[in-house]
Every structure is written in C-alpha cells, then in structure tokens.
C-alpha cells in the first residue's frame, strides 16, 4: 500500500502544487459581478396542452466571482430552461432556475430576476363558429346592401380551451364598398388572432356581396326656379 502511495511521488506532489497554486490564484482574484439576459426555454410541452399565460423570455441576472472567470463566459452560450414533461393542466410554479444555468463552480448568481415563474397550462380545444363580413365605405345614392355572403360560413379556431369558449364569431378584414355599383365575389382573410387562439385552418373566405338600387324621386322646380326634392307620397286610408 506504501508503494502504491510514493510511486511517482514527485508527479503527485507537482500536481498537487499545481492545484494548489491555482485554488490561491481564483480564490485571491479579485472578484467582479456582471449582468446578463439569459433567455428562457420552455421544453418538452405535451403535445394535448398549450401556455396559456404570459412566460418571460429573457431573465436578468447577475453572476459573481473571479474576474478572470467572468472576462472568458461566453453570454451567447448562457440559457436557461423549465421542463413540462408530464405536466396537467393547471398552473405552476418553477423555482431555483439557475440550479440548470452552466457555469464554472467558482461563479455563483447572486440575483435573478424574474426570481420563479409561472405557467399555466390548458387543454387545447377547437370549435367552429360563424363568419360575418365586414363592410367599410359608403354605397351611391339609391343603392343598397341587398345581402352578404361568405363562404365557407363557418371557421375553425383552435386553441387555449377557456378563450375558445368565449368566442362566437370571427371578423373578415374590411371589404370596401364605395364606388361600386355591381354584385361582386373576392376572396378575403379572416381578420382573427386570439391571445393564446388562433385559425385552425381557413385563412380565407369567398365573401359575395349583392346590391339593389332604389328609383330616386326626380326634384322639381319652385316658383324661384330652384330644385326641391319632392314631399313623401303618404297613401291615403280607404
């Protein structure tokens, strides 16, 4: 046992002074803090389940320790990350986010900010609901909107199951009817993007508008010679 201990003392001992040399070198350095954003990375989210809340991207943080140390880590190679692997639905809370942040022993984070965080997962759901069309400008004198139609009439969105249930309806994005005097067909997006929602397939619709046009009283003359739009005919009672 004696042998195997003083074989190829002088090496053991150079290492030896080696490390201890270097432990004194870190350990006297002086120290340093520095501040980074870090960004957070939410893994393995089920498949069946959506963040239904807001999660930080970036985290603030300070690290501290020798000024060698500090100088050489790398910001680009920083990052922070929760697991929700088998997650349910519901809320929770993630501490201690540095305890998966790489950096060398002799570095310690002193600060974070947010210090946890929080994710709310929901089943994801989908739901068909109707489409109205929207109309913007004015139609010609004598001229109105006979019907709309939109075709498909029905959308899907698909999304966080508690926003899917308060929607009924998506918007078309405006369609401009001034100066037009015929029927027309165009094709137009679906003005719809929910907060944790969204189109599940259709981002389009064909929206067919239908006009009819009303005859117009012509005015007549007054004994000035100015024209005067001619009084409503009451029917008279039988």
Do not use: C
């Amino acid at each position: 046992m004696l042998q195997l201990i003083v074989r190829n003392w002088h090496l053991k001992l150079l290492s030896l002074i080696f490390s201890l040399l270097l432990w004194l070198f870190v350990t006297g350095e002086q120290k340093a803090e520095v501040g980074y954003s870090v960004p957070l990375e939410l893994k393995n989210l089920p498949a069946e389940l959506i963040v239904a809340n807001e999660v930080p991207s970036l985290v603030n943080l300070r690290i501290s320790g020798p000024r060698t140390l500090l100088s050489n880590l790398q910001p680009s190679s920083l990052s922070l990350s929760v697991d929700l692997r088998g997650l349910e639905p519901g809320l929770t809370t993630f501490k201690r986010l540095d305890e998966n942040l790489n950096i060398p022993s002799a570095l310690k984070v002193v600060r974070l900010s947010p210090s946890y965080v929080e994710v709310k997962l929901e089943r994801i759901r989908e739901k068909s609901v109707p489409v109205k069309i929207v109309l913007r400008g004015e139609t010609q004198p004598g001229q109105k909107v006979l019907s709309t139609i939109a075709s498909p009439q029905m959308v899907k969105i698909r999304g966080a199951e508690s926003e899917v249930k308060t929607i009924d309806l998506v918007e078309t994005e405006p369609v401009d009817i001034a100066g037009i005097r015929e029927d027309f067909i165009m094709t137009v997006p679906v003005n719809f993007r929910g907060t944790y929602t969204e189109l599940a397939e259709r981002k389009t619709v064909e929206v067919e508008v239908h006009f009819v046009f009303e005859p117009q009283p012509e005015a007549v003359e007054d004994a000035a010679g100015n024209d005067v739009a001619p009084a409503p005919v009451t029917p008279s009672a039988e």
